[in-house]
């Protein structure tokens, strides 16, 4: 299992947290999603091998900008 952290741009309304959350959720291989309004950051558990740009892709086709993507193994 993988933890994915996108950093966002801002985000300017809950309305645009519970989407990007949808949209992430639908996405393979996702197992959890939190959106942090305040810190404009999703945190995103993936099954291993999981390909973050998909995250991403979800992310953008909604227009919202993807500043920085780290991704971190669990153990």
Do not use: R, W
């Not at 299992?1 to 985000?11: C, P």
């Not at 519970?18 to 959106?35: D, F, N, W, Y």
């Not at 404009?40 to 740009?53: C, I």
């Not at 995250?55 to 153990?75: C, F, M, P, R, T």
């Amino acid at each position: 299992m993988q933890k994915v952290i996108i950093q966002l741009g801002t985000l300017t309304c809950p309305s645009c947290m519970q989407k990007i959350e949808h949209a992430v959720s639908q996405q393979p291989g996702v197992e959890q999603v939190k959106v942090l309004f305040n810190a404009s950051k999703v945190k995103v558990n993936v099954q291993s091998g999981t390909d973050p740009a998909t995250l991403k892709q979800a992310i953008e086709h909604l227009g919202y900008e993807v500043e920085a993507i780290k991704v971190k193994e669990l153990v």
